[in-house]
């Protein structure tokens, strides 16, 4: 258990739709980042939230965007879905983005169909 | 490291042996590296942690190894039991990176019986 939740855990959603997933981090953690994995693959680095403010991204088009609220939860949210937009997205917290231990929730499977 | 197709290194070990899962990593400038434990259908599990600074970390049942001067990482767990069956990642991050996780292509460690 590390105190990393996610919703929904699983859904399915046609192409050309948007999607919003959910984080909520550990407690006193105040960094979000987000991962796309697809089957078969390491996780992918999407972008960070640090403080309410995106500090870093990965190589991902501008239809990924995200926020993070006051209470460093945070969303995900994909526009125009492709069918390649279908895997397992992951959250992960820390305390900081100094380098103190990541934790992972369990993700959220989206299938674009 | 970049993660790899669907086709994963794969590890097999006997209930009790020891187990050793190596990964090459990337970026000379990370400082920073983390072996996770993924078991099918959910999100990635720290296991262990090491800096830059050190060459060798213990845990309960593990240990990891740092290499820098060939970058690479070494998981050895001890008495593997059949809980342990799971895709372990290495994972690598810098300061400068927003401490972003860039994954190595995951190895699949079976035990049997």
């Known amino acids: 258990e590390t105190g990393v939740t996610q919703s929904p855990t699983h859904l399915i959603k046609t192409r050309g739709q948007q999607v919003t997933l959910r984080c909520s981090s550990q407690?006193?953690?105040?960094?979000v980042s987000w991962y796309q994995q697809a089957l078969g693959q390491g996780p992918q680095f999407i972008f960070q939230?640090?403080?309410?403010?995106?500090?870093g991204r990965g190589n991902f088009p501008p239809r990924f965007s995200g926020l993070q609220f006051p209470n460093y939860s945070s969303e995900l949210n994909v526009n125009a879905l492709e069918l390649d937009d279908s895997a397992l997205y992951l959250c992960a917290s820390s305390r900081d983005n100094s380098g103190n231990t990541i934790y992972f929730g369990e993700g959220s499977w989206l299938t674009v169909v | 490291g970049e993660s790899v197709g669907l086709h994963l290194p794969t590890l097999s070990v006997q209930e009790g042996d020891n187990s050793i899962i190596n990964c090459a990593y990337s970026n000379s400038a990370s400082d920073y590296f983390i072996w996770y434990k993924q078991e099918s259908g959910k999100g990635p599990q720290f296991i262990i942690d090491?800096?830059?600074?050190?060459d060798k970390r213990q845990g309960q049942r593990v240990t990891v190894l740092l290499n820098k001067t060939v970058k690479h990482l070494s998981l050895q767990i001890a008495a593997t039991q059949p809980g342990d069956s799971a895709v372990y990642f290495c994972?690598?991050?810098?300061?400068?990176?927003?401490?972003?996780?860039?994954f190595g292509s995951g190895t699949q460690l079976t035990v049997l019986p």
């Open positions: 994972a690598e991050t810098y300061s400068g990176s927003a401490r972003q996780l860039t």
């Open positions: 407690s006193g953690h105040n960094t």
């Open positions: 939230y640090y403080r309410e403010e995106e500090n």
């Open positions: 090491i800096r830059s600074n050190m």
